[in-house]
């Protein structure tokens, strides 16, 4: 019998942790038993980016699309969906702001907005499977520049293109390929930065454990133009999937001929290898990475030379992020014109954002630049969680900054982050409403960059941390307006002195929480007062006599028995025993427990 | 697949040879422009053949080397007395009931006149009700 559909469940590593596979599995006996394995096939597929909402299942061709769904709900979308044609609802994705059902992924906002040229095949193809990219014209690209263009042809059209770097610097692609194409050895090197560090970020990988022929294919064109014959990938041993899927790519690609000696009869020679990392921040940092690669201690050196003059080994190198090498073969294909027709003047194309925190559709997202942050947090992310007040958005990680409600209406591209005090950086976008201290936010990314820090130079070692040290006294209370003043000027002369970027970039999100809500830290400083209520030391719980019922319920609740008082009369709070839990606040059923 | 790939052209050729593999895909995601053809599968439908009749129209559309047309199932339509029941939706325009679709001749009219010309042709089951979501 025909095929008549297809059920793709996501293989991403989100999905995976919560046994999308089992389901995969549990779908195809499902299947079998009702005498439907040949009508139905069912595919591991790579991330859909809706991953809150995981795992999930999608059923082409009426494009249904199943969220949460567990390994023991296999049989009933077999035996309702597929055998009778009718849905299960209860397992439809619901609208948050309609508390609807919704139908297919053409109706979901979460999509509507989306853009996909770098996640073009992510939830699309099985990873695993060549002949899957090359049906959605993988390796038509590199035939194209191997067959009909010479290396500076490659070069001018990504040029032209207005491809900018995706892992956080925002560089010109096509300029770098350029500078690493102009200096001549014998042996060069295209180098695939998949050391995703920054926290919350996981665009890279979804890329990598959902299309990963798509970055082989942009290396080798890279390679090409370039006048490189090896491929490196330096990717984090964190990622097993990815780099379970990115080996059987490579594998595959040698078997067709894709890599290796003499592709497409072209007498062009490729060939791609792979390195672990250990997952050290600071080794996304090209010059760190590249020490790294040749097994040395990750710490940057200075530039000059650059990295195209000489890198790995002393090689002209030339380092791209994944994301930076997925929108390359579209470019190829579709034409630079087509690419720069999307986005701002000076941001071409699109972006993916991991899109985290406050809102309710946390997921990866790719949207042209050039995009609101309002359409993104309201429109594809559906809204700030339980109906609560948007605050700020923290995008770039811990290299970024906090942008706030001022800038909801400004399009999104390199520039303009960075005249807003924050930046692109490589896509993480976390949204905070009213009860994140913002304060305890820079407090975070600092303690991750201190953590990081390589600590070859002052300082970054030793200035952040003196930086975190005056945060931890502003959050407990002890800090003074003058702690404010050198607050700032150590960040300022952090980000003068540093030798790489991780410490030029550490104060950014200190400086930018400092600009933009230094009445948060005033309060913090003379008020002793925490407005959002998350530092410990300077919150206070009491109990209103006048409302208190004398039910019991906070005391039977409290962890550090700090709560006395009879029934059915007003309890109190002994301010020495509390422990600043907010158990008792929450649990109160009459409201009588403030929190100042 | 062990041979090495080994020009532009033959790349092309495997391309063309396992496009089908992701077929069903790439026409759920263009569905808006195809001509949909819903097929009812409640119990009375698949009784009297629904299933058999849904994969010999993927086989006719195949023969016919139509693309734009894509095949999905529905629930109970509610005409239990003419199943099989179809529902051909072309893009743009009303949808358009038919009845007892079954045997080669009839799927063979349906084809030549529905799907080929947007013509209509007997065994047209009408309807006149709206559903909550219009």
């Known amino acids: 019998m025909a095929v008549k559909m297809h059920i793709l469940v996501c293989g991403g590593t989100g999905c995976i942790s919560s046994q999308s596979d089992r389901l995969a599995e549990a779908l195809k006996e499902a299947l ?28 082409a061709p009426d494009n249904t699309f199943y969220v949460k769904v567990t390994p023991e709900d296999a049989d009933e979308i077999v035996a309702e969906h597929i055998l009778k044609g009718r849905k299960v609802t209860r397992l439809l994705y619901k609208d948050p702001k309609t508390a609807h059902e919704v139908s297919d992924s053409k109706h979901m906002d979460f999509y509507k907005k989306q853009m996909r040229i770098a996640l073009r095949n992510c939830g699309f193809i099985d990873p695993e499977n060549v002949n899957e990219y090359i049906a959605r014209d993988g390796y038509e690209a590199l035939g194209k520049v191997l067959t009909s263009m010479k290396p ?70 890279c390679g ?6 090896k491929g490196m990938v330096y990717i984090r041993a964190e990622y097993p999937l990815a780099v379970k899927r990115l080996q059987k790519a490579i594998e595959d690609a040698r078997e067709v001929g894709l890599l290796g000696k003499d592709i497409l009869g072209s007498g062009f020679d490729f060939d791609v290898e792979l390195r672990y990392g250990a997952g050290a921040f600071v080794c996304g940092e090209e010059t760190a990475l590249i020490q790294s690669l040749e097994g040395n201690r990750g710490e940057p050196v200075s530039k000059p030379p650059f990295p195209a003059e000489r890198g790995f080994y002393g090689k002209p190198s030339n380092v791209n992020n994944v994301e930076t090498f997925a929108c390359v073969p579209p470019i190829i294909l579709k034409g630079a014109d087509w690419f720069a027709s999307i986005g701002t003047e000076k941001s071409k194309g699109t972006k993916v954002f991991a899109l985290a925190g406050k809102v309710n559709n946390v997921g990866l997202v790719e949207v042209p630049m050039g995009i609101t942050l309002r359409e993104v947090i309201y429109d594809i992310g559906g809204g700030i969680r339980d109906g609560r007040k948007f605050k700020a958005v923290q995008t770039g990680g811990p290299s970024g900054g906090c942008l706030t409600e001022k800038h909801l209406d400004t399009p999104i591209d390199f520039d303009n982050l960075l005249e807003a005090g924050s930046m692109m950086g490589s ?25 990081e820090s390589c600590g070859k130079c002052t300082p970054c070692r030793v200035g952040n941390r003196r930086m975190l040290e005056m945060l931890d006294k502003i959050c407990q209370g002890k800090a003074t307006r003058d702690d404010l003043n050198r607050l700032r000027e150590l960040a300022l002369i952090i980000k003068d002195t540093s030798l790489c970027g991780l410490g030029q970039t550490a104060p950014n999100p200190v400086l930018s929480t400092l600009d933009n809500f230094f009445d948060e830290y005033l309060a913090h400083v003379e008020e002793k007062r925490c407005p959002a209520g998350k530092c410990k030391d300077l919150v206070r719980y009491v109990i209103d006599p006048e409302k208190c019922k004398g039910c019991t319920l906070c005391a039977k609740v409290c962890p550090a028995d700090a709560i006395s008082g009879k029934v059915r009369e007003p309890h109190v709070i002994d301010q020495d025993k509390c422990v600043k839990c907010g158990a008792c606040y929450t649990a109160c059923k009459f409201g009588a427990i403030s929190r100042s | 697949m062990s041979n090495k790939i080994k020009s532009l052209d033959e790349l092309r050729k495997i391309k063309q040879s396992v496009k089908e593999g992701t077929e069903l895909r790439e026409k759920g995601q263009e569905i808006d422009k195809m001509i949909e053809v819903k097929v ?17 129209m993927i086989e006719e559309a195949k023969r016919r080397g139509l693309n734009n047309v894509v095949f999905t199932q529905s629930g109970c339509m509610g005409f239990c007395h003419s199943e099989p029941t179809i529902m051909i939706v072309r893009p743009g325009e009303e949808p358009v009931l038919y009845g007892n679709v079954k045997g080669t001749e009839r799927i063979k009219e349906i084809f030549d006149h529905v799907i080929e010309k947007g013509e209509m042709v007997d065994g047209m089951i009408p309807t006149s009700y709206r559903t909550s979501h219009e």
């Not at chain 1, 394995?37 to 909402?53: D, N």
Request: glycine letters at 14%; one cysteine or more; aromatic letters at 8%.
């Open chain 1, 32 to 59: 079998a038993k009702r005498g439907l394995a040949e009508e139905v096939k069912v595919v591991l597929s790579g991330c859909f980016g809706f991953c809150e909402q995981g795992p999930i299942v999608k059923v």
């Open chain 1, 152 to 221: 500076q042809d490659v070069i001018a059209e990504v040029k032209k293109s207005g491809l900018r770097g995706r892992g956080g610097g925002g560089f010109p692609t096509g300029l770098k390929w350029e500078i690493a194409s102009r200096f001549s050895a014998d042996q060069k090197y295209v180098i695939c930065n998949a050391d995703e560090g920054d926290p919350g970020a996981f665009m890279d990988r979804s890329i990598l454990e959902g299309d990963p022929h798509s970055v082989i294919e942009a290396m080798a064109i």
């Open chain 1, 224 to 229: 090409y133009a370039i006048g490189a014959t």
């Open chain 1, 427 to 451: 896509g993480g976008m976390i949204v905070m409403d009213e009860d994140n201290c913002m304060v305890s936010v820079a407090k975070f990314y600092l303690e991750f960059t201190v953590e």
């Open chain 2, 40 to 56: 009812s599968m409640a119990t009375c439908g698949i009784a009297s053949g629904a299933r058999e009749v849904m994969a010999e």
